[in-house]
DNA sequence: ATAGTAGTTGACTAGTTAGTCAACTTGAAT
DNA sequence: ATTCAAGTTGACTAACTAGTCAACTACTAT
């Protein structure tokens, strides 16, 4: 029936890329549909507006990350490996970005979460929705490193956000510095957020 | 010689509320024309554009928040309770805004260079300037704090460092989340990253 | 009191924006 | 091979956007 078309996902790329590398407020529904080779008529065919479209392409690339996370955070790995594969797997990825872009470019989950959080309800809830499962990650990880007597976490959900927070806030600087080393300190300061018990390399 | 006016501090003020309630890139001019009461012809009296305004506003507030921050983290003030006072008014702070415009707004100075640091170069540039500034105060206090036996910090520029990605990444989250609650552990938080030498309260 | 500067105004342009729509095209299933 | 649903197109509107400007006004310094 009809023909097929990839210009629902061409989209969600290109308003990634777009808000990604700019801002979702300087990312107009014409930007996008030039980005993405698609005319405007077809992008209201599959899309309502633009928080629409963007809801849809982050839930996708949540949907994507997904399966890098379970492997990152496997728990057949030891728990402070995992923390140290997360914070490589960051550093190496916010790399490939400025090699790409020229730019440190951060996380785009928080940038875009702060620039919309007023504006777009909708779009807020799916980002604050898609940030309780990476929290997740980080609490089983921290729940598990306390079961173990590596670190003292009585109460992991606390730490996770705190360690959270403190990504965010890290990979943010990163991008308004536009520096990369910013990101350097990360797994010493997760290290420093658990309470690490002993000295470092205790991997 | 001539009239006097305070078009150009109502602007700043205006500017500053519209960006903090809402975004940079969903302020308009005629936005903040209308809210200054000001007309348009009196704007680009004062100002070349937004970003330009915006980089008086920026600097503006930050001339303001300096008598506040000296009180703060005056040296006089034992380090760990100069910690404590940031914290309880970043609480406070943020309460107010709840208070009076309904949300949990976070840090401007963050979500405004989050969402242009890629667009605006030279409001990107202020506001880079002005958090080398805010750093300065953690640092110093990190310092002494260290410097005292209370904490390990021998690279009192790079835990500072942390601390501040920490509160801003924190604050973000508050505001995604509209939740001020998810300040509470800021200052327990801030003590597990600078190493608190034993259990809390050693104020 | 008055001269002249600092500041104000509103009407203007030209470009951009989101969103609509009827006519068109393509291809998968029968 | 034909049908018809799925997808495409480009031209359209109406609202909004940044930025300009010449004429106007009010105040301060003399």
Redo the contacts with the bound molecule.
Sequence with gaps: ????????EKLMEAVMELIHTGSYG???????CEKA??????????F???SDLAIAAVEARFQEDRKLADAIFSPAIPPLERIHGMCHYLLERQGELQKKHGRVLGCPLHSIGAEVSTEEPELCAKIQEIMVHHRKYLESTIRDAHAQGLIHAPDPAAKAEMVFAYYEGLLTHARIQNDLSVLNEMEEGTMSLLGLKETASAR
Excluded: L, P
């Design positions: 029936m009809g023909r097929v078309s990839d210009a629902r300087s990312t107009t529904i014409d930007h996008i080779g698609v005319k405007k008529g077809s992008f209201y065919y599959f309502d507006s633009k």
